[in-house]
Nanobody
Framework: QVQLVESGGALVQTGDSLRLSCAASGRIFSIAARGWFRQAPGKEREFVAAITWSGDNTDYADSVKGRFTISRDNAKNTVYLQMDSLKPEDTAVYYC?????????????????WGQGTQVTVSS
């Protein structure tokens, strides 16, 4: 099994920056691509960003392109989500995900493991 633990969520103001982390443990040799999703109150969980195992390819939701950056440190088994220029509409629970396949996926069913989530609240 693989365990994913997110951290870094907080209450911030519009325009602030925040960095989320997701540490993996357990059978980490079985995971490859990693992703971030988010779920706002009353809405479905949506794709935010994803990265391949090597880090040479990334993908972002249109709503966060140019503001969010996903990266990973395989030596630490950790993936990061740097969030800049935060907006109130970025308020959500952010979930880390991992899949056994190296290619990126932008859909929830494409991931095998999930974290418990971390709350990000952006006040106006």
């Amino acid at each position: 099994q693989v365990q994913l633990v997110e951290s870094g969520g907080a209450l911030v103001q519009t325009g602030d920056s925040l960095r989320l982390s997701c540490a993996a443990s357990g059978r980490i040799f079985s995971i490859a691509a990693r992703g971030w999703f988010r779920q706002a109150p009353g809405k479905e969980r949506e794709f935010v960003a994803a990265i391949t195992w090597s880090g040479d390819n990334t993908d972002y939701a249109d709503s966060v392109k140019g503001r969010f950056t996903i990266s990973r440190d395989n030596a630490k088994n950790t993936v990061y989500l740097q969030m800049d220029s935060l907006k109130p509409e970025d308020t959500a629970v952010y979930y880390c995900a991992a899949r056994r396949i190296p290619r990126i996926s932008t859909i929830m069913s494409g991931y095998d493991y999930w974290g418990q989530g971390t709350q990000v609240t952006v006040s106006s």
